[in-house]
């Protein structure tokens, strides 16, 4: 199943704007005003000027928190966009509630207090991000991401994505139950989308960051197998000519 692009001119756009040198362009920016968001629950909020929100909007980071300023751009981010963006782009510093920037190690500990499974979250998010798809979050179709080749204003997302941990018998049996990937392909057909099931190899101690470098990505497509788009087809002529063969 390949890209659905939005309007004619949509391909084009997105070949001439590729999402690398958007996001590079986000990173300078962020990096150069020594930017900062703060945490919020299990979200980072940030405030933008003009020139970074156009640039969040256009990279598909964050979701847009409308204020009755109109002069004002918040964002919320997700755990893994926001250490994402400190992390591996080294572009934003994330404070604490204390008032305080914290530590990659500080963070990363905060991440996981929220949530369990963040390290294989986070380095399928990564994974997808690094490799210049556009990311967010799949809920709303069963998921743990949807997938875009680029701006989701230019093209519908691509890929239903499911993260699975070798470490979690939770994460993992999820696709163990036949009904389960049955309904799971099922739903993903019915919205035009392809199963990704990124496997996130690896067992690491490490409490810090230093355990995404031992874990490895291994990506399977799962789809379902219909016979009559794959039953070789014969043309008249042929059955005919064969069937002469055998009188």
């Known amino acids: 199943m390949g890209p659905r692009w939005k309007g004619k001119d949509a391909e084009a756009k997105a070949f001439a704007e590729p999402m690398s040198g958007i996001v590079s362009a986000l990173q300078s920016s962020l990096a150069t005003s020594e930017c900062s968001g703060s945490i919020s629950g299990c979200r980072v909020l940030f405030e933008a000027n003009t020139e970074q929100s156009e640039l969040l909007n256009r990279a598909c980071f964050g979701r847009v928190i ?5 002069d004002q751009h918040w964002y919320e981010f997700t ?57 967010r979050s799949g809920s709303q179709y069963g998921v743990d991401y949807v997938a875009y080749r680029h701006h989701p204003a230019l093209v519908h997302s691509e ?19 036949w009904s389960d990937l049955y309904g799971t392909i099922r739903l ?15 067992i690491s ?9 031992k874990y490895e990505i291994e990506p399977r497509i799962i789809s379902r197998w ?22």
């Open 226 to 247: 219909i016979p009559e788009q794959t039953r070789e087809k014969k043309t008249d002529s042929k059955i005919c000519s064969e069937a002469k063969t055998h009188t």
């Open 79 to 135: 755990l893994q966009e926001a250490f994402y963006l400190c992390y591996a782009l080294k572009c934003l510093k994330i404070v604490g509630d204390d008032g305080v920037v914290k530590t990659f190690e500080d963070l990363w500990q905060f991440m996981i207090s929220k949530v369990e499974m963040f390290p294989e979250y986070f380095k399928a998010y990564a994974h997808l991000r690094m490799n210049n798809w556009v990311v």
């Open 205 to 213: 101690k490490d409490n810090s960051p230093v355990c995404l470098e």
């Open 159 to 177: 890929y239903a994505v499911l993260v699975l941990s070798e470490r979690n018998e939770n994460s993992s049996g999820r696709l163990k139950l």
């Open 66 to 70: 409308v204020t009755s300023q109109n």
């Open 188 to 202: 993903c057909g019915g919205v035009a989308k392809t199963l990704l099931v990124l496997h996130v190899l690896g």
